[in-house]
C-alpha cells in the first residue's frame, strides 16, 4: 500500500482542517487506518485509528471530540477532520496502514506509511 497525505496548513487556534490520506496499491480495504504525529523534538505520537470497517474507531485523549477520522474504501481514501485547533496540535501528520493488529495506538502496528503533511495552529 502506498499512502499519501495532504490537506494540512497553517490556521489560526479554533479553526479546523481537514486532511485525506489517498491510498493505492493493495486493497486499501483489508487495512485499518490510523494517524499519527510527530512535533519537534517529541515522539510520534498516536491521534486516531479506524478499523478497516469504519465500524470502530479510537482517538487519543486530547483530541476526542475534537477530531474525526472517517473512510472511504469506495475511494481507497482515509480523512481526518479536525476541529477547534489547538497550537499543541501543531506537528507533522502521517497516516498509516496496518494489516490486522490489536494495537492500533503503536507505530509499530503499521505496515505502510504516508510521507506527512505538516499543520501549524497559531494562537
Known amino acids: 500500500v502506498q499512502l499519501q497525505a495532504s490537506g494540512g496548513g497553517l490556521v489560526q487556534a479554533g479553526g479546523s482542517l481537514r486532511l485525506s490520506c489517498a491510498a493505492s496499491g493493495r486493497t486499501f480495504s483489508s487495512y485499518a487506518m490510523g494517524w499519527f504525529r510527530q512535533a519537534p523534538g517529541k515522539e510520534r505520537e498516536f491521534v486516531a485509528a479506524?478499523?478497516?470497517?469504519?465500524?470502530?474507531?479510537y482517538y487519543q485523549d486530547s483530541v476526542r471530540g475534537r477530531f474525526t477520522i472517517s473512510r472511504d474504501n469506495a475511494k481507497n481514501a482515509g480523512y481526518l477532520q479536525m476541529n477547534s485547533l489547538k497550537p499543541e496540535d501543531t506537528a507533522v501528520y502521517y497516516c498509516a496502514a496496518d494489516y490486522g493488529s490489536r494495537t492500533p495506538h503503536l507505530p509499530s502496528s503499521y505496515d505502510y506509511w504516508g510521507q506527512g503533511t505538516q499543520v501549524t495552529v497559531s494562537s
Open positions: 479506524i478499523s478497516w470497517s469504519g465500524s470502530t474507531t
